[in-house]
């Protein structure tokens, strides 16, 4: 069996990690909506918490899954030339990758 993220596998991961961003959206609109912090340092320190650390660094490795593989099929489906398809893949990989530093650059500040 392929350990590639293809066919119902990718299509798994896309199902699930739309679950987890729309469920994690839903609790901090909600949160924010209850108890809004009311200064800065409230928020960090909201932020700041284990709990929501992991939950924020879960959302955004999803996030990053969720893109990665809602466009790698578009890369896919529409770019037939083997040579672009790699290019604009690296790119967006690249992008991805950059974003997801930053990322973790701003959760690690926060904690």
Known sequence: ?????S???A???QRVSAIYLALYIAWVLLRLMVA???DHQALGNWLGGLGMWLATAAFMLLLLL???????DV???YVKPAALRLAVLAAVL???????LWALVILVTVS
């Open 11 to 13: 299509w798994m991961w």
């Open 66 to 72: 969720h893109a990665w593989v809602g466009v790698r």
């Open 75 to 77: 890369v896919l489906d």
């Open 1 to 5: 069996m392929s350990r590639q993220l």
């Open 36 to 38: 809004p912090p009311v």
């Open 94 to 100: 690249a992008f991805l990758l950059a974003c997801g």
């Open 7 to 9: 066919g119902f596998r």
